[in-house]
């Protein structure tokens, strides 16, 4: 499989007295969002988002909240994990598209920033991170902040030349030669004969 798709979601409700952290950048605001951690919910949905494509659970299962080592960890501490677990798995991230879902603060302001510090922590283009903004309008949400993230991951390029590698020394022998036959049905006589006299390509010519 060269590509796989992961999905995170995530909500904390706002709290006084705490700083406000989404997608690793501060935000001014009177009230940040409550977590065992720094509360980062577009960082939590990423990591979600990014152990959910190799099918390696959930940030809870890594971090659990009665871990008394997380209470205020940075949340780029997870997303790091995270990225190390698709690595392993012979992935890395192709794009990340993202939605935030809140009354306040204003999401458009900061857009640009919160998108450089996640590309830089995925160590992808920024033009390969989308951050988008809504408020939650008749949702009845107003005390939160909720994200959805979408990850794409391919398989890095050395792990997909090998699996073609593997696909083709597998592949049967009469396979090859009807290839080779459907090939020069369109090839001119003289170039047929000198084709019948080059070597025959066999698995074991391949490896």
């Known amino acids: ?13 706002f709290r006084r007295g705490v700083p406000l952290k989404i997608g690793g ?7 940040g969002l409550a977590g065992h951690s720094d509360g980062d919910v577009l960082l939590h949905a990423l990591t979600d988002a990014l152990l959910g494509a190799v099918a390696a659970g959930d940030i809870g299962s ?3 909240s009665t871990d008394k080592k997380w209470k205020g960890a940075d949340s780029s501490t ?3 994990h995270a990225l190390k677990r ?3 798995a012979g992935y890395t991230v192709a794009n990340v598209d993202s939605t935030l879902i809140l009354s306040a603060p204003r999401i458009g302001p900061h857009a640009r920033a919160i998108q450089a510090r996640v590309a830089e922590l995925l160590r992808i283009p920024k ?3 989308g951050i988008k903004a809504k408020t939650p309008e008749g949702m009845g949400s107003d005390n939160a902040a909720i994200a959805h ?3 794409l991951l391919m398989r890095r390029r050395q792990d997909s030349d090998r699996v073609a590698l593997e696909a083709a020394e597998e592949t049967p022998q009469p396979v090859i030669d009807d290839v080779v036959e459907k090939v020069l049905e369109g090839v001119s006589e003289p170039e047929k004969k000198k084709a019948s006299t080059s070597p025959r390509i066999t698995s074991k010519h391949r490896k």
């Open 78 to 80: 997870f997303v790091q």
């Open 25 to 31: 950048i501060k935000l001014p605001h009177d009230r």
């Open 86 to 88: 698709v690595a392993s």
């Open 1 to 13: 499989m060269n590509f796989r798709i992961g999905y995170g979601w995530d909500s904390h409700e």
């Open 127 to 129: 033009n390969n991170v």
């Open 149 to 151: 993230v979408v990850v």
């Open 62 to 64: 890594h971090f659990p």
